[in-house]
């Protein structure tokens, strides 16, 4: 056992975890920076998904009604923000 645990362990009738030094809380930069990422990558996904109508009507042999194409942008929203490491934000089937 190291010799400058052995005080807080005693004195303070504590776990060896009492005596390690607390982490350090994030810097609110790098938080401020986490969270302009994930709005940037929602946006860009949204600006990205309502380009699949035009897509979808240059391809002649896909015949998909405007309620599937809503799913289908849906579906492809959620994949992207959710491999952008944000949370999935609209609901699927």
Do not use: F, H
């Not at 609110?28 to 035009?54: F, M, S």
């Not at 002649?60 to 952008?84: F, G, P």
């Amino acid at each position: 056992m190291d010799l400058n645990l052995r005080p807080a362990l005693i004195v303070g009738r504590c776990g060896a975890a009492a005596a390690m030094p607390a982490p350090k809380p994030a810097p609110a930069a790098t938080l401020q920076t986490v969270v302009a990422e994930k709005e940037w990558a929602r946006v860009l996904a949204r600006v990205v998904v309502n380009q699949l109508p035009e897509a979808v009507g240059q391809v002649a042999d896909i015949k998909l009604s405007s309620t599937q194409i809503v799913e289908l942008q849906r579906a492809y929203e959620n994949t992207l923000i959710t491999n952008m490491g944000c949370d999935v934000t609209t609901a699927t089937k």
